[in-house]
């Protein structure tokens, strides 16, 4: 009876350790599939979100000012340091002008016989080819005074001398005993539109004259720029405009795409032939100036003493009229919207076309 006893029970308990072990068994693969059903397939795999880029405000540029000719970020050591305003020949076997995209503001007006010349106000010109170089005429002489630039030029007008002198400009000048140190002649062009200069030239002629290079501590700028880029709220649609200046007929035209207007004369891209890129501006100007014939030679003078006008604001395919008005005798020159209010600008390079007054119908905006 005891063994029979011993015997059941042995049988008893095997029964149950089987038991136990099988509804284990099932828990353990009930987990694995409660786990498996809440992890995530890779297409409903939760990625990060994106970071916005971090906002650009005075904090991230530290070293760095916005320029008082463009708007634009720049090192200190650039921005604080005097501009060169060098003029530039627009010939047309030289229209295409070397190291002319490198300028932050470019001018143009007229010279005698209908031809003008390019006055490019730059802070960081480089490379060892920078020209045609041509003559110095009084009112760009004194435009290069407005921004306490040195003055490159190759020659100049009797009126021209008289306004170096007068306004005491420190200047480059290609007839005189610096020429040799700052300029060289391209032998294979055809002379007087063959000479050229390079910053290496530019640095040394202004060590030998002793000039000051860093801005006046009482510089006031040139221009007001807006901190980013803002349409006009209010103006007339400019996708292009026509400058009909007799010789080279220049005109820009707008493209939507990355907000800038590019140039044109003689019917063809004006480019730089160091780059072969096409000159591209922000922002265009057009002073009216009352300007007349000087002299039998054609020379051009302009009212730009102690002056005032009307002119035209272009920018991101709109156009807004505006004022403007010059004190040269304090190295001072505005430009106001109708309201009165001084003209902000957008950061990026400018075109500023001085065109005479009894021609306004010359400058077509379509």
């Excluded at 340091?81 to 490198?102: D, E, H, L």
């Excluded at 700052?182 to 000039?211: C, Q, W």
Aim: with cysteine; glycine share 6%; net charge neutral.
């Amino acid at each position: 009876m005891k063994k029979a006893l011993c015997i059941l029970f042995i049988l008893i308990t095997i029964i149950s350790l089987g038991s136990c072990k099988k509804n284990k068994d099932k828990d353990n693969k009930n987990d694995v599939n409660q786990n498996i059903e809440n992890t995530p397939s890779p297409s409903q795999a939760i990625t990060p979100e994106p970071t916005a880029p971090p906002e650009i405000t005075e904090e991230n540029h530290e070293g760095e000012m916005r320029s008082y000719l463009s708007g634009l970020w720049v090192p200190i050591e650039v921005g604080t340091k005097r501009p060169y305003a060098i003029q530039f020949s627009n010939f047309k076997t030289v229209r295409n002008q070397w190291g002319i995209r490198q300028a932050d503001i470019v001018y143009e007006a007229l010279v005698e016989g209908g031809i003008t010349r390019l006055l490019a106000i730059g802070e960081n010109f480089s490379g060892d080819r920078i020209g045609s170089i041509r003559s110095s005429r009084h009112y760009f002489a004194s435009i290069a005074d407005e921004y306490d630039a040195i003055y490159i030029h190759y020659g100049k007008t009797k009126y021209a001398t008289a306004k170096i002198k007068e306004l005491g400009i420190d200047n480059l000048d290609g007839e005189t005993g610096i020429g040799n140190t700052v300029f060289y002649r391209d032998k294979s062009m055809k002379a007087p539109h063959n000479a050229f200069t390079s910053l290496e030239k530019i640095l040394a002629g202004i060590e030998k004259k002793g000039y000051r290079t860093e801005l006046k501590s009482d510089f006031e700028p040139h221009f007001k720029f807006y901190n980013e880029d803002t349409d006009i709220a209010e103006g007339t649609n400019c996708n292009k405009i026509s400058l009909k200046y007799p010789y080279n007929k220049p005109y820009l035209v707008y493209n939507s795409s990355d907000k800038l207007y590019y140039r044109y004369q003689f019917d063809e891209i004006h480019k730089d032939s160091n780059t072969g890129e096409q000159l591209a501006f922000k922002n265009i100007i057009v002073q009216f100036v009352k300007e007349w014939d000087i002299d039998k030679n054609g020379y051009q003078t302009m009212e730009l003493e102690n002056a005032e006008g009307t002119g035209y604001y272009i920018t991101n395919g709109k156009m807004a009229q505006i004022t403007w008005k010059k004190n040269e005798s304090k190295k001072w020159m505005r430009y106001y919207d109708l309201t009165g209010q001084e003209l902000t600008l957008n950061p990026g390079k400018t075109y500023i076309a001085v065109f005479p007054n009894n021609r306004t119908k010359d400058v077509v905006i379509e």
